[in-house]
């Protein structure tokens, strides 16, 4: 059996500590390897050991449940041999990237697992998207990682005027999350993110061409990943990365890159939106009514603060759609909820139609 030295020498760049040798000793008295998932792919995985890197099966730990497959990240148990070899179950996840499924139901996706540091990249080789960073945060924070936004393809914007309005329209949107300028093609802004992201675990998120496998290959130092030019018309690439790969970095820390989103839908993410919209949620605090909407109603705080110029109308707008998303997803499983946003509708449907009636009464 692998020596407990050999394997905090062997897995200790790849995140092994104490907590997580207490959490494997159930399975070390079965004979089990520990490892780590780098890469998922058609029901089997590759997985880092202290006895090299070794394939396996997961049939054993597939459930129905999307949530609960293994998934690049995870922390498993592994068996020390066979043929074929299979994962037999996978540490209690600290933290877990997650968004809604693109099917009707209401499943999640799990992204990675166990993630410090959620890296969201964002192309300023086309007009910035605020809305998709707030997404993207959202989602980040409700992970349980510290979000970090890098602006790559600096290099694209050569008035450094304008790359300072742009890195300070991100900060604004992202209030408290580090915003990085970086370029990977003239090293700019590297250095700042090596930094971040030195310790723990990282996971790389954005849509395909945002330069995640750019960044990856200037992070790591060499081209392990794929990279094709983006489109120009729009600035999107063509999913060279399929998989989610986890790489240990040269200076610390390991990073996870994953294929680009195109579609990135909250799963259950309530807290997270409180975090990107702050602001908003301690303005709520002093509006007359509990139950606030921030639309019309007398004492509101929010659209004071509108009316006043502190609070942007996007930032309002983005709010509330994200708002409205997560209601809605969570209430697919929650019949009690979905009863109230019901009733909820009705009453503002009602309230509308009566305030129509009274306008139209003082026409006539």
């Known amino acids: 059996m692998t020596s407990s030295s050999a394997v905090y020498s062997a897995l200790t760049p790849y995140g092994w500590d104490d907590d997580w040798a ?10 089990l390897l520990p490892g780590r998932v780098v890469r998922v792919d058609r029901g089997q995985c590759d997985v880092v050991t202290a006895d090299g890197a070794v394939r396996a099966d997961t049939a054993l730990v597939t459930p129905h449940d999307p949530m609960r497959v293994v998934c690049t990240g995870d922390w498993v148990a592994v068996e020390a041999g066979g043929n074929p070899r299979y994962v037999r179950a996978y540490l209690p996840r600290r933290t877990a990237f997650v968004r809604s499924t693109s099917s009707k139901r209401s499943d999640g996706q799990i992204l990675a697992a166990n993630v410090d540091h959620a890296v ?12 998709r960073v707030e997404r993207f945060l959202a989602l980040a924070w409700e992970s349980g990682a510290r979000p970090v936004v890098v602006l790559t393809k600096a290099d694209l914007v050569t ?8 890195v300070q329209d991100v900060e604004n949107t992202a209030p408290g999350v580090p915003v990085v300028a970086a370029s990977a093609h003239c090293g700019d802004g590297l250095d700042i993110l090596r930094a971040l992201v030195g310790d723990g675990t990282s996971v790389l998120l954005g849509q395909s061409g945002a330069g995640k496998s750019t960044l990856a290959n200037a992070l790591i130092g060499e ?3 794929d990279v094709r030019a983006a489109r120009d018309v729009d600035g999107k690439g063509r999913h060279t990365t399929t998989t989610r790969n986890l790489l240990a970095l040269p200076g610390g820390g390991v990073l996870i890159d994953t294929p680009g989103l195109r579609g990135v839908g909250l799963y259950d993410a309530q807290s997270g939106v409180g975090q990107v919209f702050a602001e908003i949620e301690e303005l709520a605090e002093r509006c007359r009514f509990h139950d606030c909407a921030h639309e019309s109603e007398p004492g509101c705080a929010v659209r004071a603060a509108v009316d006043g110029g502190e ?3 996007r930032r309002l707008e983005s709010y509330r759609k994200l708002i409205r998303e997560n209601q809605w997803i969570v209430a697919k499983t929650d019949a009690r909820l979905r009863a109230e946003i019901r009733r909820d509708w009705k009453r503002k449907g009602a309230e509308g139609r009566a305030a129509m009636q009274a306008k139209q009464g003082r026409w006539t």
């Open 22 to 31: 207490d959490a494997f000793a159930p399975y070390a008295r079965e004979g």
């Open 120 to 131: 969201v990249a964002v192309s300023l080789a086309v007009e910035l998207d605020l809305g």
């Open 159 to 166: 008035d450094p005027v304008t790359l300072a309005h742009l």
């Open 223 to 225: 081209d392990v990943m």
């Open 311 to 313: 609070l942007p109308v």
